[in-house]
């Protein structure tokens, strides 16, 4: 629980912080509105802070695991986790038609894509690569393996994809569907990892899905 504490107060502070600093470095208000660039450094400053102290937090196990990243992979098991990302894109693709979200949900990942070269590239690193990377070390491996110890896989599976979904609300709180939908994509990344005894499918499935949703905001904006 105390890794879960630390990754989300780091990953939601240390980029506003940074935001801030520039602010105070151009002699802005302190909160004021940042350019799509400014906020694309910040972005990046700021999580590969967050991931760092994550990382570096849990150390040992961070090295057990990228030791077993690779445990009983095929590539057939690969290109199922990718299949499986799109159809669970299209299944939000369908719900989001069904279910209009408002005009401000994922405004700031508009906003990044529609900015510079930049902008984009540190939206496209953090969302293809390491995102899903640090989530799915924290979600579905520290997380998981320490709650499996005490209860049984259902009772895990429940526990982390609420706590995969909390902290992503906080920038979704407007559209309901969208914890509704990153439940069921915890509990779908729970399956995998306890299916294969590895997280690499859970990054594949993951990033999948952030590319697919990435893919919609980009075509919306």
Not at 117 to 125: E, F, H
Request: hydrophobic share 55%.
């Amino acid at each position: 629980m105390r890794l879960f504490v630390l990754f989300v107060t780091s990953v939601l502070l240390l980029p506003l912080l940074v935001e801030m600093g520039f602010n105070i470095a151009y002699g802005n208000e302190v909160f004021e509105s940042v350019s799509a660039n400014v906020s694309a450094v910040a972005m990046l400053l700021g999580y590969l802070a967050a991931y760092a102290i994550t990382i570096y937090f849990a150390r040992d196990y961070f090295k057990i695991t990228l030791k077993y990243l690779f445990h009983k992979l095929s590539p057939k098991l690969i290109f199922a986790a990718f299949f499986i990302g799109l159809l669970f894109t299209a299944c939000i693709l369908e719900l989001m038609i069904l279910i209009e979200p408002p005009p401000e949900f994922g405004s700031e990942n508009e906003d990044l894509l529609s900015g510079t070269l930049l902008s984009r590239g540190v939206l496209i690193l953090f969302t293809a690569l390491l995102g899903p990377l640090v989530e799915e070390f924290v979600f579905r491996a520290y997380i998981f393996d320490a709650v499996t110890q005490k209860f049984s896989f259902v009772t895990t599976a429940i526990i982390t994809s609420f706590l995969f979904m909390l902290p992503h609300m906080l920038s979704y709180y407007t559209y309901w569907p969208a914890g509704i939908i990153l439940f069921c994509l915890g509990l779908l990344l729970a399956y995998f990892r306890r299916r294969h005894d590895s997280i690499l499918p859970c990054i594949v499935l993951h990033s999948t899905y952030n590319c697919g949703l990435l893919a919609l905001f980009f075509i919306a904006s």
